[in-house]
C-alpha cells in the first residue's frame, strides 16, 4: 500500500513496487489520479480514494484491504501537504490542517496497518519525514514540526512493532521536484539548494525511489528505527 500514490514521489515508489512484483494498492485523497496510477500499474493494482485523516475512512480502507487481500506486506506512507506560508501568516487553522494530514494521518495508516502486517507476522513500513527537519526550512514551520514529529514517531514504532518482524523507517528527502513543490514557492528554492548538495543536481522522485525500494525489501530485515536522508548531502544527521 502506498499513500500519496497519485503523483509526486507516491506515484514513483508505486511504480517501482509494482515493477518488483507487489499488488499494488494506491492511496490518496484525490480519487481519480489514485485510479490512474493503479490503472497505469496493471498486474491487479487497486485504487482506494481516502483521506488519511478520517478515522472513519482509514478504517474502510483497510477493512477493504483486509477483505480483499487477508494480508499487508508493505505500507509506504507518502500522503502530505506541502505547505509555504510565512510565519508572520501562519494560523493555528493552517498548522492543524497540516499536522491532521502530515503527522495524524501517517499514524492513523500506521496504526491499522501494522495491525494487518501483524496477523501475518511479517511487514515493512517506511514512512516519509524531509530533511527539512534538520535544515529548518523557512516558511513551513508547520510542516517541519509535522515532519520531525513522523520521524520521532517512527522510531518509537520500530520498537513497538519488533516483537511481530515489522519493521518501521523513514526516508528524509530534500526539495524534490513534484507536483506538491510546483505547486508552491519551494519550485524556486532549486538554485539555493543546489548549492547546499554535497552532489549537485536537480532532485527528482526517481532520486528517492531506491532507498524506499530497499527499505521496504525483505533483506532489509536488521534495520528498523532508522532514518535515512535522500538528499544528495545537503544535511547530514
Ligand atoms: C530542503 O520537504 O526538504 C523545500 C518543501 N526545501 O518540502 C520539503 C527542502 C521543501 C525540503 C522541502
Not at 501483524?118 to 527537519?133: D, H, L, P, Q
Request: hydrophobic residues 45%; glycine residues 12%; contains cysteine.
Amino acid at each position: 500500500m502506498v499513500s500519496g500514490a497519485a503523483q509526486g514521489m507516491g506515484k514513483a515508489v508505486a511504480q517501482r513496487l509494482a515493477q518488483e512484483g507487489a499488488t499494488v494498492v494506491s492511496v490518496d485523497i484525490n480519487s481519480a489520479g489514485s485510479s490512474a496510477t493503479a490503472q497505469a500499474l496493471g498486474g491487479g493494482a487497486i485504487a482506494i480514494g481516502c483521506d488519511i485523516g478520517d478515522e472513519a475512512a482509514v478504517g474502510k480502507l483497510f477493512e477493504a484491504v483486509a477483505k480483499k487481500f487477508g494480508k499487508l506486506d508493505v505500507l509506504i506512507n507518502v500522503a502530505a501537504i506541502v505547505p509555504f506560508v510565512k510565519w508572520d501568516e501562519l494560523t493555528f487553522t493552517e498548522w492543524r490542517r497540516v499536522q491532521r494530514v502530515n503527522l495524524d494521518g501517517l499514524y492513523l495508516m500506521c496504526r491499522a496497518g501494522s495491525d494487518l502486517m501483524r496477523k501475518g507476522g511479517y511487514g515493512r513500513i517506511v514512512n516519509f519525514s524531509s530533511n527539512s527537519i534538520f535544515a529548518g526550512t523557512p516558511n513551513m514551520a508547520h510542516y517541519v514540526a509535522s515532519k520531525g514529529g513522523v520521524l520521532t514517531f517512527t522510531r518509537a514504532l520500530a520498537t513497538e512493532l519488533g516483537p511481530y518482524k515489522i519493521t518501521a523507517n523513514s526516508v528524509c528527502p530534500g526539495l524534490i521536484d513534484t507536483e506538491g513543490v510546483q505547486s508552491t514557492p519551494h519550485k524556486d528554492a532549486f538554485g539555493f539548494v543546489e548549492t547546499l548538495q554535497a552532489i549537485k543536481g536537480h532532485g527528482v522522485p526517481a532520486d528517492v525511489v531506491p532507498a524506499v525500494a530497499f527499505l521496504a525489501s525483505e533483506e532489509a530485515h536488521w534495520i528498523t528505527g532508522q532514518a535515512l536522508n535522500v538528499d544528495a548531502g545537503m544535511v547530514r544527521q
